[in-house]
């Protein structure tokens, strides 16, 4: 294979340069200008197009065993596929819920069958989410998973969660926390604030968020272990973390698309289909979110991926389950907003592509000569609108539907294969 005519985007030295690129068997042999033809079998023009190592994803609802219906792993895939994306972490919250060896081998086998993009899965830190018991992190690591996670719930139980650090500080394996005091939740639906008064329901105090973060770090702290906060939404979450960073405590975290793109303002419009968990929040959130994605503090852009099937979200505010499909929607809403925040393509490729698998403690890839073949080949400044036909996945279920926004994905290559082409 060779790429022709692309800019590619030099993460090394920071530069965006014209090259070609050649791939033999997977690896990249030679970047260089106006390399000659060496009975290739594929090529690829990618004039004006934009050449980015490969997206990984590290919160994602493929659903499957148990609901298959919302997803698969072969739709999930695809639509990672159709995304950039050549890696991601599925979450465990399926069912049944991975947290036994027996399970997760089942869950690879459908992998290695039906997945063209690399999946990694995580399992539960409790048996069946419960919050009440840990699971066997050692057996579940040595039989193929990446990270532990009760994504979904949160362990309220301190006790519980200082143990399961402890027992993954010893294994050093990293743990991706739902930080949730359901204390706080009020049986809510979207976020506590002028929105949720409007409309008359109960809403979701931001504090159950960052007070769970606050406890969350106190524990990293004192055992000096890393944390991985997931789907941060809230000012204060933001504040927290700024803080924590600044002490040397050793936290990550990661936000979705919209709860950066989009802020509780859409909701009225789009009700029950931009109901998501942490909510959409305020717009002072939003602002906060944007000032931590451009100093650093928030490490990663992550999906939180959550296809459900039409008939669920068609449900009232309080009856629709939470969850917004991502995976497919990620690239052009952070390139749009981005563009409007005047942040670089550097820092995208650094949230979306290196630090999850830093973070994940596996190799992040650079487009480089030696390296194995891992990228997406991108339309930057073409435009695209939204249709529900569009979508890949399983799950429709994204407010962006109609929106107007930027960058197209036109390739995306792992190793040796093209496993999504836009024509």
């Known amino acids: 294979m060779i790429i022709q005519n692309g800019y590619y985007i030099n993460m090394k030295d920071k530069k965006i340069e014209k090259k070609d690129i050649r791939v033999k068997d997977g690896i990249i042999t030679e970047i260089g200008e106006r390399l000659e033809l060496a009975n290739e079998d594929q090529i690829i023009n990618a004039k004006e197009l934009y050449i980015l190592p490969g997206l990984f994803d590290m919160h994602v609802h493929f659903r499957e065993p148990g609901y298959e219906y919302k997803e698969t792993i072969k739709t999930g895939a695809k639509a990672a596929a159709k995304g950039g994306y050549t890696g991601v972490l599925t979450m465990p919250n399926t ?83 739902h930080s949730e005091d359901k204390r706080y939740v009020n049986n ?12 008359g329901v109960r809403g979701i105090s931001s504090k159950s968020e960052y007070e769970m973060i606050h406890r969350d770090i106190k524990m990293a702290e004192e055992l000096d272990t890393s944390i991985h906060i997931c789907h941060i939404s809230t000012k204060e979450s933001v504040e927290i973390i700024r803080e924590a960073k600044s002490k040397g405590i050793k936290v990550t975290c990661e936000v979705a698309p919209h709860h950066f793109y989009a802020d509780e303002s859409i909701v009225p419009k789009k009700k029950s289909i931009a109901k998501v968990n942490p909510p959409l929040r305020a717009a002072q959130d939003v602002a906060e979110i944007i000032r931590g994605i451009k100093d650093g503090t928030i490490d990663a852009i ?90 890949v996945s399983k799950g429709k279920n994204t407010p962006f539907i109609g929106e107007k926004l930027k960058g197209i994905v036109e390739y995306t290559i792992l190793e040796e294969k093209i496993i999504f082409r836009r024509s």
């Open 95 to 177: 069912n049944p819920v991975i947290d036994s060896v027996e399970i997760l081998k089942a869950l690879n086998e459908i992998i290695k069958k039906d997945s063209m993009v690399e999946i990694f899965p995580s399992v539960a830190v409790t048996t069946g989410q419960s919050g009440e018991v840990l699971s066997n992190f050692g057996e579940l690591i040595e039989n193929g998973a990446y990270a532990i996670s009760d994504d979904g719930q949160p362990i309220m139980n301190e006790d519980l969660m200082y143990e399961a650090l402890k027992e993954k500080h010893k294994l050093k394996i990293p743990i991706l926390i």
């Open 188 to 199: 809510g639906c979207i976020n506590e604030g002028k929105i949720s008064r409007e409309l």
């Open 302 to 391: 992550a999906t939180d991926h959550a296809p459900h099937s039409s008939k669920e979200k068609q449900k009232d505010l309080y009856e629709a389950p939470f969850g917004i499909s991502g995976i497919e929607l990620a690239l052009p809403l952070t390139l749009t907003k981005f563009e409007e925040e005047n942040i670089d393509i550097f820092r995208l490729v650094d949230m979306m592509s290196i630090n999850p698998r830093k973070i994940l403690g596996l190799k992040p890839e650079l487009i480089e000569v030696g390296s194995r073949a891992n990228m997406v080949i991108v339309d930057l400044t073409s435009t695209q609108v939204i249709t529900e036909e569009s979508i």
